[in-house]
């Protein structure tokens, strides 16, 4: 009933910028916290970047200062601006939100099938 569907990755020279977004769609009650996590084959996902329904961020250190999360809860979107990009940062990403699609205000995760993100001259 509920999906999350990322756009936005691409194949990025470094030092270049890119922005990726996910758009939750479906039965949706409201949207608590959303972030971004990504994955290195044959590694395990790490989280990116997370942003609370009330704006509060948190980032993984080698992403601050760099990237940065936000949210648009009328479009119910979150999006991740990655600028200075390196090699380091390829990776599938994917993103995540708490969704209560009944009222309960018990939240359930839900995630997107993931974007590719290649920084590479």
């Known amino acids: 009933q509920v999906q999350l569907v990322e756009s936005g990755g691409d194949l990025v020279q470094p030092g270049g910028s890119l922005r990726i977004s996910c758009t939750v769609s479906?039965?949706?009650?409201?949207?608590?916290?959303m972030g971004w996590y990504r994955r290195v084959p044959g590694k395990q996902r790490e989280l990116v970047a997370a942003?609370?329904?009330?704006?509060?961020?948190n980032y993984a250190d080698s992403v601050k200062g760099r990237f940065t999360i936000s949210r648009d809860n009328a479009k119910n979107t979150v999006y991740l601006q990655m600028n200075s990009l390196i090699p380091e940062d390829t990776a599938v990403y994917y993103c995540?939100?708490?969704?209560?699609?009944?009222?309960?205000?018990?939240?359930?995760?839900?995630w997107g099938q993931g974007t590719q993100v290649t920084v590479s001259s």
């Open positions: 479906g039965t949706i009650f409201s949207i608590n916290a």
């Open positions: 995540n939100a708490e969704v209560d699609y009944s009222g309960s205000i018990y939240y359930h995760d839900y």
């Open positions: 942003i609370t329904s009330g704006g509060s961020t």
